[in-house]
T-cell receptor
Framework: KNQVEQSPQSLIILEGKNCTLQ??????????LRWYKQDTGRGPVSLTI?????NTKSNGRYTATLDADTKQSSLHITASQLSDSASYIC?????????????FGGGTRLMVKP | KAGVTQTPRYLIKTRGQQVTLSCSPI?????VSWYQQTPGQGLQFLFE???????NKGNFPGRFSGRQFSNSRSEMNVSTLELGDSALYLC?????????????FGPGTRLLVL
């Protein structure tokens, strides 16, 4: 069964600090891994998409890493801002003959405090 | 370019009724996916449509169905509503179904079943 596990479930940090969110997956056959940011009451917004051959990808202060051997990914947020308060969702895509099957992690709820 | 739009934004129904939700993708996008998001289960994949064909389906009962029109607009229908169907229903579009493209999410339709 395809699964995506995220940790921690929730996190509180002070503005300006860095943090790292974790994602472990068992999805086959692996196609790509995505990180989304979802503000309360809004739809998710894509941060990064990585395929098997990509180890790291950055989007501003967000840097995602992927270790396809250990099936782990992390999302590092640098110099956090109050606007980073949101849920961060790891999504792993498996490709089959019909198309794509996405498996979602439960998300990490991040709160940045002043 | 207009984003993904979903209608209605909010809906209240009673058990046993049926509901139809609508999604208009970004102009030029041909792939539309539907997701259910609840506090307990997080985001779960419902189905994906590409060029009017259902490409993949998640693990939801047959009460959940959908279709896509020639203009790529998509509808999702839930029949015989149950209390547990109360959720935020999100629609996302992408240009193709290759799986390595950013999905753009709509704001969602919040359904409450009484």
């Amino acid at each position: 069964k395809n699964q995506v596990e995220q940790s921690p479930q929730s996190l509180i940090i002070l503005e300006g600090k860095n943090c790292t969110l974790q994602c472990n997956y068992t999805v086959s056959p692996f196609s790509n891994l995505r990180w989304y940011k979802q503000d309360t009451g809004r739809g998710p917004v894509s941060l990064t998409i990585m395929t098997f051959s990509e180890n790291t990808k950055s989007n501003g202060r967000y840097t995602a890493t992927l270790d396809a051997d250990t099936k782990q990914s992390s999302l590092h947020i640098t110099a956090s801002q109050l606007s980073d308060s949101a849920s961060y969702i790891c999504v792993v895509s498996a490709r089959n003959n019909a198309g794509n099957m996405l498996t979602f992690g439960g998300g990490t709820r991040l709160m940045v405090k002043p | 370019k207009a984003g993904v739009t979903q209608t209605p934004r909010y809906l209240i129904k009673t058990r046993g009724q049926q509901v139809t939700l609508s999604c208009s993708p970004i102009s030029g996008h041909r792939s539309v996916s539907w997701y259910q998001q609840t506090p307990g289960q997080g985001l779960q994949f419902l189905f994906e449509y590409f060029s009017e064909t259902q490409r993949n389906k998640g693990n939801f009962p047959g009460r959940f169905s959908g279709r896509q029109f020639s203009n790529s607009r998509s509808e999702m229908n839930v029949s015989t509503l149950e209390l547990g169907d109360s959720a935020l229903y999100l629609c996302a579009s992408s240009f193709s179904d290759r799986g390595y493209e950013t999905q753009y999410f709509g704001p969602g339709t919040r359904l409450l079943v009484l």
